[in-house]
Each structure stands twice: as C-alpha cells, then as structure tokens.
C-alpha cells in the first residue's frame, strides 16, 4: 500500500477521489475533531468517514498517537512563526501568541486531544525551535527558554480552553445579591469578555517577561 | 427520600454507613474522576460506585451537571482566597494561585471537566467574589475586573492542563539536530519543568499586571 501512499495528489493517473494517505487521513481526523468533538475521535469512525476498514489505516501510520501528530501539525501550520524572525522578541511573541489563538478557536475541540499527548511532530518541533530561538537572540538564558516556551503556551491553551466553555461560563443568576462586586462587574457577551481577557493577559505576561528579563541581565552584568 | 438527605450525618440513629446525599455523592464523584479518568464519568457508574439505582441520585440533585457542581465546590474548598482579606492584591493573587494549581494537582483529571462547564455553585462564586473585590480595593476599575480574574485563571488551567500531559510532553528524540537550541534546552524533569515554569509565568503575569495599572493609574489622573 505504501505506493498508493506516495501517489498522492501526483503524477497524470490521479483518481478524482483523493487517494488515502497520512494526509487525507490527518485533515478527515480534523474534520471529525472539529464535528463532533475529541470523544467522537476514534480510529474506527475515522474509518468509518473515509470509507476504508480500520486496518486499512495501519498502512499509512502507526496507529492513533500518529494520527494525532498529523491533526497537530495541520493546526501547528496555522500559526504563523514569521515574526521571529522579523521582530524583536516581545513583539514576536504577542505576534505568535495571536495567531496561536485564532488557530485554535478555528479547532477548539481540538484543544484537549493536543494539550495531554506527547509532542513529537517535525512542524511543532520546529515553531518551538523558532520561539526559543529567538528567545535565546533576545538575551535569555538557555535554563530560562523551556519556562518561557511553556509558560505562555499554558496561557495560551488555558485561553484556548474558554473558546470551548459554554456561553454563560459564570452564571450568578439569583446569587447576585450574595457576589454584588462580580455581578455588577460581568458585562457583555462571553465572547466579547473572552477576547479582553486574552489582550489583558497577553499583554501582562509579555510586559512581564520584559521586566524579568531586564532583572535579570541587571543581576548578571557585573558592575563596571 | 429528601428526608434520608436532610439527615446526613447529624442526628443520634446516624448509621455506620454514610446516608446517601449530595455530599456523599459529590465525593464519590470526585474519587471517581480521580480513579478512572474525567471520560469515565457517568452518572450510572457513579450510582454503581455508591451501590445505588442511577434513578435513586435524582433523588438528591438535579442531574449531572449538579454533580460536576458538586465536584467543583470539593476542589475549589480546597484553594486558599484568605490572603485576599489580608495581603495586598499582587501578593494575595500570587498565593490564590499557587492553592488554585496545588488543587488542581490533587485532582488533574478534574481540570478538562470543569474548565468547559457553567459554574453556577455558591462556593466558586464566593471565591470569585473575594478575587475581583480584592482587585477593586486595589484599584483596579470595575471594566477590568473580569478581565484580570479570567487571564490569570486561564493561565492557571493551561498550568494545570500540564499536569496531566505525559511525562515526556516534548519528545526531540532523533530529531536533536534540527531543534539544536530547542533539545539542549530541554533539561531536567518534566515535573520540574512544569513548576518552573509555573513560578516564571505567574511571576511575569503579575508583575506585567501591575504595570498595567500603574499605567492605567497615570492615565486616569489628571495632572496636578
């Protein structure tokens, strides 16, 4: 089966289906994510919706965690690493969060099946080889890069994770007597406070980092 | 049945055998998810753990979703909202944080569920309250509340959604020569790696926040 694999999307006899492969199988997977939630997600139904028997999947990949690898990467390609190379790293950073984000709110089921599963994706490897990079250009000590990665990303996905919260994630309804400040404090559409909350945050953390890393370089200068 | 429920653990003919109530429920439930996995919560299983009928919970709550609320208000029993009463906001926040992860280690399965439902429960709210009525004391202006209450506890869910990734969250094996920067940086446990990183990005949040309203401070002032 590995040649019908590699003829994928090539060479004058394509059929006008598309031809099962890693990359077929990894966008119907997102596909699947994206309708009917991570629960849904099995290899059986994913069979199922390419029309093929579960063991047909086995010939192009090795099995679940591999299938989630490719859903990784077709969301990893959509966040936009550029700025890393453009800009100095603040302004990267809050570039690439960004993006992050509207990634993610295109696939928020998507959400928990990528935050528990081990990374090991070329594509995922890379944008963080990128991130730390020019972390790394900006001044910040090697021990520091991995907290600074991990840090914005868990923002990042905990941000993330309020896309797929209901409408009405903090319901006061009759209690607001009892919580006045919060009650009176909670306006506009969930949505609309989503997105504050995340310009609120992003800009926090960042401004942060920029203060511990002025901190920092004070503490290991030594005086002249 | 509500009165078996109104005579949970009070009274001198009290049984050896815990009554059944939504207290006891709450805590079967929470074992249950703590045991076997948020994916393995269902209300039948949950009435097999407490050897009852599934029909014999309604007696005691509303469904499913009073359970999770039930859950929540066991996990949120657990954070520490004192230092809002006695610390300054940037400290009491810091220490809030810190009960809000520990929490949510003692419970990681806890955190998928609870994170993408409506809380509604009395205890969360009157933690919410102590939160945004700390920060308004502070200074912070009532549009902004919400918005500082919720970006630091999508950072605390995203930290806490770490705990529950496997141990070897990013896996460079056999691919160190391309994330050169990414591979040597990586180091140590990835259980230490989640506490540093935890204490960085709290640290930066917080002190990115208080930036943030120092300028807001300055802004808001007329001059003299």
């Known amino acids: 089966m590995s040649s019908t694999a590699a003829s994928d999307g090539a060479g004058p006899g394509r059929p006008r289906t598309p031809v099962l492969g890693a990359e077929l199988i990894a966008r119907e997977a997102l596909a699947l994510i994206d309708e009917e939630g991570a629960d849904a997600f099995s290899l059986p139904r994913l069979a199922a919706r390419l029309g093929v028997k579960t ?6 990949l090795d099995g679940r965690a591999a299938v989630i690898e490719g859903v990784r990467r077709l969301v990893v390609e959509e966040m936009d690493v550029a700025a890393f190379g453009a800009l100095p790293w603040p302004d990267a950073l809050r570039s690439w969060a960004r993006s992050y984000r509207d990634a993610f ?19 995922t490897l890379t944008m963080y080889e990128a991130v730390v990079s020019a972390l790394a250009r900006g001044g910040w000590p090697r021990e520091r890069l991995v907290s600074v990665l991990t840090c914005v990303e ?4 905990g941000s993330a994770l309020d896309l797929v919260a209901p409408p009405i994630m903090i319901d006061t309804a009759g209690q607001a007597e009892r919580v006045p400040v919060l009650a009176d404090a909670l306006e506009g559409s969930k949505a609309a406070r989503a997105d504050r909350a995340f310009d609120c945050g992003l800009d926090a953390l960042v401004r942060g980092l920029e203060d511990q890393l002025t901190a920092l370089e004070r503490y290991l200068t030594p005086p002249q």
Chains 1, 2 share one sequence.
């Open 55 to 60: 063991a047909s999947l086995y010939n192009h």
């Open 105 to 123: 709110a295109r696939h928020p089921h998507a959400i928990e099946l990528l935050a528990t599963t081990t990374i090991s994706s070329p594509a």
């Open 154 to 157: 868990s923002f990042l996905l």
